[in-house]
């Protein structure tokens, strides 16, 4: 269920321009050549003052896609003969 609240976290983040800016400004920093740093800890809190409740491996599964169920169905196993 809580991934769910991520997914739809992530949906206010993309439908309110608001919410996503305050979420950049309080979430992220940027680093080295541009690249942006985003602290785990810091989402959850923010999603949780808006209601949402996840933890960061919640947060790791939206992002990375990495539900078992679904890498467990997209692994396909080669098989090979001998000659």
Request: charged content about 25%.
């Amino acid at each position: 269920m809580s991934v769910e609240n991520a997914t739809a976290f992530y949906e206010v983040l993309v439908s309110d321009r608001d919410v996503y800016e305050q979420y950049c400004k309080k979430c992220s920093q940027q680093g080295v050549f541009g690249v942006w740093n985003w602290d785990k800890t810091k989402i959850v809190h923010f999603a949780a003052k808006l209601g949402f409740d996840f933890t960061e491996g919640e947060l790791d599964q939206v992002w990375f896609e990495t539900e078992s169920d679904s890498t467990e169905n997209s692994i396909k196993t080669p098989t090979y003969s001998s000659f």
